[in-house]
């Protein structure tokens, strides 16, 4: 065989190598596009006029590179979400555990190792005032510990709570109550030179009472500024004050306060539709899941409860089968 003929079949033997790897490269995407096809991503923007400079965002499966310049300051929780986050001249490994802390001017470039799932919490500075305000004192100057640090499990299960309840159904007074819990740790745990949360000696029985009193009486819609106002407290003091005194938050009570109209209403004949409209509840499931929760029946069945004719001296009524799903399945 000739130099030249040797030459021609060197190129070739080397153009199948780069087609082979070419194929090789193509079948290990399609295989990879095989096990990512079942996860379609999902970002959901979330605001409430109960919390004016609030936003939250949940992205889902997300596999996208993040370029963001957000104007708030934020705080991104990963929940499955892995990779590098570019800020501040650095890489910054992310990962569930540690949380991300953005300053409004500052470019963040995100890229993942893979799909995966994060939540972000954006504030208006004038939210973070506040806060301050009422928890720390006058001198702290507003400064994130580090950009990337690590949260403790509790202010972790307090951001998915307050995620959790960030809804559309949710009462203001539930969301604001959230919110305010989690900033007691958000800010001692990731603001610089924060002091930690203290405890309370005492609630101040006058207010807590005062409180208790404006939910029994208009607790429908108050929500948690106009109950505080009420009893002369600032939000965080007014929060605090009332889960001490009576065991729960106050939209936890106010949940209880609308269930008690609910079954009087419920005992005239009223259905529960017109119920849950009646009682501030954002639509007939909503109402429902929480009479369920409270009560261990629904609605339906609560109206249908009948006293056995034998009488009962222990108290207990008999409760009527459910007949909801064939009736009307949105009681569920």
Same mark, same amino acid.
């Given at each position: ?98 949380? =991300? &802390? ?7 470039? #995100?890229?993942? @190792? ?6 972000? !919490? $954006? %504030? ?34 307090? =951001? &998915? ?7 559309? #159904?949710?009462? @203001? ?6 919110? !305010? $819990? %989690? ?44 109950? #505080?106002?009420? @009893? ?6 007014? !929060? ?93």
């Amino acid at each position: 065989m000739d130099s030249r003929a040797a030459g021609l079949l060197k190129r070739g033997t080397r153009r199948n190598s780069q087609i082979r790897a070419l194929r090789a490269g193509l079948a290990q995407n399609a295989r990879m596009a095989v096990r990512t096809s079942g996860l379609k991503e999902i970002v959901d923007y979330r605001r409430s006029t109960a919390l004016p400079g609030v936003q939250v965002v949940d992205a889902q499966n997300s596999p996208r590179e993040w370029r963001v310049a957000c104007p708030d300051f934020a705080v991104v929780m990963f929940r499955t979400w892995r990779g590098g986050v570019h800020s501040r001249g650095r890489i910054h490994p992310g990962e569930p555990g540690l949380v =991300f &802390c953005n300053t409004p001017g500052e470019v963040m470039v #995100a890229h993942p @190792a893979e799909a995966g799932s994060f939540s972000v !919490l $954006e %504030l208006e500075f004038s939210v973070i005032e506040q806060w301050l305000s009422e928890q720390q004192p006058s001198s702290l100057k507003f400064d994130w510990t580090a950009v990337m640090q690590p949260i403790s499990a509790r202010l972790r299960s307090r =951001f &998915c709570e307050f995620f959790d309840a960030f809804e559309p #159904a949710a009462s @203001a007074m539930h969301v604001q109550s959230r919110l !305010l $819990e %989690l900033s007691e740790l958000l800010i001692s745990e990731l603001v610089r030179s924060a002091r930690a949360p203290r405890r309370v000696a005492g609630p101040p029985l006058g207010a807590a009472a005062r409180m208790r009193e404006c939910l029994n009486e208009e607790g429908l819609h108050v929500d948690l500024e106009t109950l #505080a106002k009420h @009893a002369g407290l600032s939000r965080f003091q007014a !929060l605090r004050a009332f889960k001490q005194r009576y065991g729960l938050p106050p939209h936890a009570y106010q949940i209880c306060v609308r269930i008690g109209h609910a079954k009087t209403l419920l005992l005239t004949g009223a259905s529960a539709a017109e119920v849950a409209a009646a009682c501030g509840f954002a639509d007939q499931s909503h109402f429902t899941r929480h009479f369920k929760r409270l009560n261990g029946v629904t609605p339906m069945q609560y109206a249908r409860a009948e006293v056995p004719s034998y009488g009962n001296k222990s108290g207990t009524f008999r409760v009527a089968p459910d007949l909801s799903d064939t009736l009307q399945r949105s009681d569920r």
